[in-house]
Each structure stands twice: as C-alpha cells, then as structure tokens.
C-alpha cells in the first residue's frame, strides 16, 4: 500500500501547486489579500506533501520494495545503504522527483524570506512559481510515475543502480545541479511578478539579486562536482567533454552569470531593466531546455536516459509555453518601462553590457552548436557529431575577449571615467601581463607556447586589475588596513568571484596545454617514465568488495628518480549489472595530478595490463577557481544591504 | 536620433558584427571537423568517404575482437545486421566496449576497406543503444526485408 500512498501524495502535492499557482494571482487582481494571503499555506502544503512522497520513495528503496518498477531498476539488495538513497535519484523518476521537491523548497524559501516583500508582490512571485510546480508536478504524475508497480510477479532482487553511480560525487552532484537549475525560476518569478504588477524598480532587481547569487552558488557547485566526477570515475582523464548535457547545465549557468551582472547595473543605476528581465526569462528557459535535452534522448550523451519520446514532448509544451508565454507579456509590457539613466561610453554600465554581450553571444554559439545535430536529423540529413574543436575554437576567442573588458570593468567608475587614465592604465598592464606570462612560461617549460602566453597573460591582467581595484577603493583612506576593512561584502564577493576564474584560467591553460599521456602495457615490476616522472607497476591484487569484485594495481612514483608518493588503480566488476568499471588512482597535488587508470587484462593471469598514465599540471585550479567563484557569489549574498529593503525605493 | 537611440543602435550592430564574424571564423576553421555518420553497409557500399575522417557504428559481433600479442592494438569488427566493417584501434577501449554492445567510433577509411578508428565511444548504460547505431539497424533491417537485398545480407 505504501506506494500508491506516495502517488497519492503526489497527487495532493499537484493540487495544492495547481491552486498555488491560481489563488493568490486571481487574488492579485481581485485585490483581495486573503487570496493572496493563500500563498504561503499553499506552498507550504504543496512542500509537505512532495517531502512525503520521496520519503516514501526513499523508504521503498531502503527497504529493497521490488514490487516498484523504479525499484526494481535502480537497486539491488546489496547496494550500500548510502547508495540506496541516492538511488533515489538514479533515474528519470526520482530525479524528477528531486526537482520538484527543490522547487517546492525554494517556494517556502521565498516565502520565509521576504518577509518584507509587499503582499501582491509575494502572492505574484509565489503563483508563478507554482505554476512551474504544477507543469512538472504532472509531468510526474503523467508520464513518469516512480511508484509503478511490478505486480503480481516481482523479481526477487533489483536490477542494481548504474556502477558509474556508485560514487559520492553523484550522490551530491545531482542535487546541487537541481538546486541551481530550480533556484533560477526565483529570478524568473519575480521578473514576470514585476512585469504583471508594472513595478520594475531597484527594489526589485535588489530583491533578486541574492536569490540570483544563491541558485549561482549551486550550479557552480553542481557543474564543477560532475566535472571533478567525469575526471575520475570515466578513467579518461579529461574534465570537460562539450557533451550536449554539460553544454545544458553550462547554457542557463552562462545566462545566469550574465544575469547576476546585468542585475548589479539595474540595481546601482536603474539601467538595462528590460534586458534584465530578458535574461531572468532567458536562463530559466534554459533551464528548462536542458531538462529537455537529458530527458528525451533527442541528443546522443553520455547521459541519455532510454526512455520514451512522450516525456520530451510534455516537458517541450511546459518549454513552449512559459517561454512563449513570458516573451508574450514581455513584449506586451516593454513599451511601458522608462529609460533609465544616462551613461558615458567609458562606464562601469558599458563594460557590463559588454560582460553580458560577450557571455550572451557564447551561449547563443553553444546553443547553435549543441543543436545543430538535432536540427540536422530533423531535417532527415545523415547524422552528424559537432566535435569539441568547436567549442574549444570559440572559447579560446571569446573568453580573452571577456577577461579583456573584465580587468577595466570592474574598477572602471559608474556612468563616465576619463578615457585616458583607462588607456593609459590597460597599455601599461597589458604589457606587464605579456612580459610576466612570458616570464612565467620560460620558468615553468624553458620555451614558449603562445596558447600558455596567452592564458597566462589573462590570469595576469585579472591579477594587476584585482590589485588597482582594491587599491582604488582603499588609498583614500587614512589607513589602507582600515580602508580594505570598510569594503562591503558584496565588494569582495566579486573581487572573489574574479579571483575564482584567474584560478580557473590558469588550471584551464596549463592541464591542456602541458597535461602528457600515454597508454602502455604493464606487468607488476615494469616502469615508465613520462616527462620527469616514472610510474612504476608496484603489485597486482583482487579483492571482493561489498556489492562488486576489483580488481587493484599499485603504483611507486619517482620525480627524477626520488621517490614521490604511490597511488592506487582500481578496475571494479559489478556482477548485477554486469558492468565494468574503471576508478582512476590519483596522486593529487596543487600545482599538479598523477594519473593513473587501468584499461583491460592482456594476458590470461590477468598480470598484464593495458594502463593509461597522466600528468596533469595545474588540473586542480579549475575546481579550486570553480569553488572560489562560487565563495564569492555566496558572501555577496551576506551583504547587509539585502537585509534593509524599503519599499518602492529606486 | 536622439543620443540614447543612437548608443543604442551602435551597440545593437556591434553585437551583430561580433557574431556574425565569430560564426564565420569558426565554419572557416572547423570545416573539417563536422562529422558524418556512415552505417556498415554504407561503408560496405562505398558511400563513406576515403579523405576524411567520419563517424561508423553498429554492433560488436561475437567472437570478432582480436587482441595483437605486444601492442595495445585491438582489431573488432562491428556489424548492422546486413553488412559488416572490420575497425583497428590502438589504446584502452571504454569499459563498455563488450561483444554484442552499440559502438560509436570516430575515424578514417583505409583502400582495404578497414576503418582505422582514432576514437571508440561506448556509452555508459549498457541498456542503452546509440541512437545513430539503432537508427542504423533499423535501416538495416527494412531494407534486408526487401526483395533485393533477401540475399545480399549474407545471413
């Protein structure tokens, strides 16, 4: 009975966000508060119900319930407790499942939240959102029940979860990825709310602006776990592969960092607020086709999940219809919103609408690109695959773009600086981050690589810009101790948030530029040496684990003959799901990682083996710069200002 | 025009010029780097290119992967049901690479008619089958029920 008790759950669950999303909007424009006072006990209901739904869920796979189908094909008696509850979200149901449950938390979030926000704003925020809960709430219900029942005959076991899901990241991964996806229909809700309403004020993009940052921080945070995943579970020592559904987590995060910048400019000078808007709409569109792209297998990914077409037809019709529907009432709105101020061509606003040029022109080519194959079939053309070239071509030309505008942009003063004192500045820098790039280049490889130059000179330029910006805002005061002290948090959210991507520019240049591999065949005692480094094949040995045999190869590393530490490669069997899979050994340090993945037996005493060896220099710093971004957009949320909103102030 | 418009229109051009060229740069650049599907009959039929690298796919057949003795050199043969391509490829193949799974893998045709793969992509749930590699079999599979082909399949 358990299980239709979670259906039924999810049943009340879509009620109470169908009436979420009808009450307290007709209530808005009956002006009748106790309508729009409905909000917050209906979003509370919807929450409590589909909490009870996954607990059941949750329940039913802790305790091996074969009789559900979803169950069945995700689990297995001897899966690890651990791993049973983030099957959970092994599959399409659940992890549906999951976002519905995130988006029912971010609603009572709002709720809890804005306390100060006016009423008919809330009541209009809060309906927006649960009509994007309702659309997906039966989308579950519709198409893709978890609690389907295997009745009368249920296997006696479970057909186990996906060994590549076996792993802490992905227990993590896709819930931070959710938070962030989901988090994105706050800005959009309040966006159409102040469309609808007609209040496009600074209050407004101020009350967007933390929930835009907090929705930032868990998709930083989801997209570099499943990339820092990628790296090691899929053995092939590469962190970012332009698959069509790391593009659709990338699209909306894209969007989203243009949105968190055009908000800044909308909030300090009331400028680009129908832009603004735009990209709240935008990202959370993206949102929603990325979850298009994963869920109906109209692109061939890694991550595809076998299932039917109707499932991308529904969440297509959801796509079409808030997307239309918000560009519809966006454009009936526009003509309505007044200028705002006025700006010089040498302005912090200029160089932010260059930051969302730049970011916007390179989602539109990673859409294009990432679509092209669709378009392709439809057409009924013989199948194509847009490699990685591509993509790496159009990042290696628009990212220096990007970085260029950013080391002036953000110590450049609002609405108009003198030219000259900028050019002279990005002349002088501009040379010294060449000249240091160079420098650093030689100390590191002894030659020069232009592609090295190049990142280098970046990191270099975002690291003088960084210095003249807090120098800038301190050498006034009378100490620069006291001065660096009086900065607001948000201030230093963004000087963090660059920091984060000069860290991620250097990772990014040095482990594809300098990363040395190479595949070779090995037997206990033999060596190889890559560059200044021997990987030496120390001993073989298999084991029985838990829910899978592996099968282990110890390695002896050497810099220069030294020894420099061991690390350890597994290849795990899965007997269930009879799968292979390869768990990469790793000697991680900062400045760089060994690598070091098994490839198959050659010989029969399975004492040979084809192995697979990395140097990767500098592979960490893009996690690490990844992680700093997102620390900097989380202590831009804590700025006291967020916290002293007034009412209609602009 | 009034100052405003006119920054406004400047920009909007520029955003145009901006994309338009970086589009054309990159077709430029990557002419080369689109890659077509071509099914084991395809090949089989001489449809494939012999200048170019491209993508081929279909099943692993049983019995047919061959490991070379003293290299990591791996010699498989991948089928649609209709028609059969003999690939080499040198290095670790995906631990999903197995007899009877869909393979995707990326490379060139030599004049013997083997395809020399530089790339094997298998994917990573085993109940799944790659979409080009079904749509390949399916193909297959009507064109082996007409007449003509009953008897070029070879089975």
């Known amino acids: 009975m358990l299980p239709e008790f979670g259906f039924l759950a999810l049943i009340f669950a879509f009620l109470f966000s169908l009436a979420l999303g009808v009450l307290p909007l007709l209530g808005y424009y009956r002006q009748h508060a106790g309508l729009m006072r409905l ?3 209906l979003g509370l209901g919807a929450m409590a119900f589909l909490i009870l739904s996954f607990g059941v869920l949750t329940w039913n796979f802790l305790n091996d319930d074969f009789t559900v189908r979803y ?3 995700h689990s297995n008696s001897m899966l690890p407790w651990y791993y049973k509850v983030s099957a959970v979200w092994g599959g399409h149901e659940g992890s549906m499942l999951l976002w519905v449950m995130i988006l029912s938390f971010w609603i009572v979030a709002v709720a809890a939240f804005s306390k100060k926000l006016p009423l008919d704003m809330l009541a209009v925020v809060m309906s927006m959102m649960g009509l994007v809960l309702a659309a997906f709430n039966a989308f579950l219900i519709f198409t893709s029940n978890p609690f389907d029942r295997v009745l009368p005959f249920p296997p006696a076991d479970g057909r186990d979860l996906n060994p590549l899901l076996q792993d802490p990241g992905l227990i993590l991964h896709p819930p931070m990825l959710y938070m962030g996806y989901v988090g994105f229909s706050v800005a959009f809700a309040f966006a159409i709310s102040a469309l609808l309403i007609g209040r496009l004020d600074s209050a407004w993009a101020r009350w967007s602006r933390p929930w835009t940052n907090v929705a930032w921080v868990f998709m930083t945070l989801g997209i570099a776990l499943g990339s820092w995943w990628a790296y090691y579970e899929l053995g092939w020592g590469g962190w970012w592969f332009w698959d069509p559904v790391e593009n659709a987590s990338l ?24 832009w603004t808007v735009l990209l709240a709409i935008s990202t959370f569109s993206m949102t929603l086709l990325g979850t298009f792209l994963v869920r109906s297998g109209v692109l061939n990914s890694v991550h595809a999940f076998a299932n039917d077409p109707s499932r991308g037809f ?4 959801i796509f079409a219809v808030f997307t239309g529907g918000s560009l519809l009432l966006y454009a009936l709105r526009l003509p309505a919103l007044q200028a705002g101020a006025r700006f010089q061509w040498v302005s912090r606003e200029m160089f932010l609408l260059g930051n969302n040029l730049m970011l916007t022109l390179y989602t539109v080519i990673i859409i294009l690109l990432t679509f092209a194959p669709v378009v392709n079939d439809l057409l009924g053309l013989r199948t194509i695959s847009i490699g990685p070239p591509w993509f790496n071509d159009i990042t290696t030309v628009l990212a220096p773009l990007l970085v260029l505008l950013l080391g002036v942009g953000q110590w450049v003063r609002w609405k108009k600086h003198d030219l000259k004192p900028v050019m002279r500045w990005s002349a002088w820098a501009l040379i010294a981050s060449v000249a240091l790039a160079v420098l650093c280049n030689w100390l590191y490889a002894q030659h020069i690589n232009w592609r090295v130059v190049l990142g280098l000179s970046l990191a270099w330029w975002l690291a003088l810009s960084t210095l003249k910006t807090l120098y800038d805002s301190t050498h006034k005061a009378a100490n620069p101790l006291l001065g660096l ?8 959210g963004m000087i963090l948030g660059h920091v984060g991507l000069l860290v991620m520019i250097v990772g990014v240049t040095m482990a594809t530029q300098y990363e040395a591999h190479q595949d070779v065949r090995m037997a206990p005692g033999d060596r190889y040496a ?3 480094w021997t990987f030496e094949f120390r001993e073989y040995d298999e084991r029985a684990v838990a829910n899978y045999e592996t099968q282990m190869a110890f390695f002896n590393l050497y810099r220069n003959g030294r020894p420099a530490g061991e690390l350890l490669a597994e290849k795990r069997f899965y007997p269930v799901a009879g799968q292979l899979m ?3 050994g790793i000697l991680g340090q900062l400045n760089r990682d060994l690598y070091v993945s098994m490839g198959e037996p050659l010989t029969a005493d399975r004492e040979t083996w084809s192995v697979r060896l990395h140097v990767k220099p500098f592979v960490r710093w893009i996690w690490l710069g990844s992680i700093i971004m997102a620390l900097g957009a989380g202590l831009a949320i804590l700025d006291k200002r967020y916290r002293r909103i007034k009412l209609g102030e602009t | 025009m009034n100052p405003a418009r006119k920054q406004r ?9 901006l994309f338009t060229v970086s589009v054309i740069l990159l077709l430029i650049a990557n002419r080369n780097q689109v890659n077509l599907f071509y099914s084991p009959t395809d090949i089989v039929e001489g449809e494939a290119p012999l200048d170019r690298s491209f993508r081929a796919g279909g099943v692993v057949v049983h019995d047919s992967v061959w490991r070379d003795t003293d290299t990591l050199a791996v010699t498989f043969t991948v089928s649609d049901n209709l028609s059969e391509v003999t690939m080499t490829y040198t290095g670790i193949l995906p631990d999903l690479f197995k007899e009877g799974q869909g393979v995707v893998a990326t490379g060139t045709l030599n004049e013997n008619g083997i395809f020399q793969a530089s790339e094997v992509l298998a994917r990573h749930d085993e109940n799944y089958m790659p979409p080009e590699v079904a749509r390949a079999l399916e193909e297959a599979r009507r064109r082996g029920q007409t007449p003509d082909y009953n008897n070029a399949g070879g089975y």
Request: charged letters at 15%; glycine letters at 8%; zero cysteines.
């Open chain 1, 71 to 73: 169950v069945v094909n």
């Open chain 1, 485 to 492: 002290r009086k900065l607001s948090r948000s201030y230093y």
């Open chain 1, 39 to 41: 909000a917050r006990p």
């Open chain 1, 530 to 532: 890559l560059g200044n």
């Open chain 2, 9 to 17: 229109l400047i920009l909007i051009l520029l955003a145009v010029g």
């Open chain 1, 314 to 317: 529904f969440i297509l019709l």
């Open chain 1, 251 to 274: 699209i909306p995060w894209l969007l989203g960092t243009a949105l968190i910048h055009s908000l800044a400019a909308t909030d300090k000078r009331g400028v680009y607020k129908g």
């Open chain 1, 582 to 584: 390869t768990q990469a």
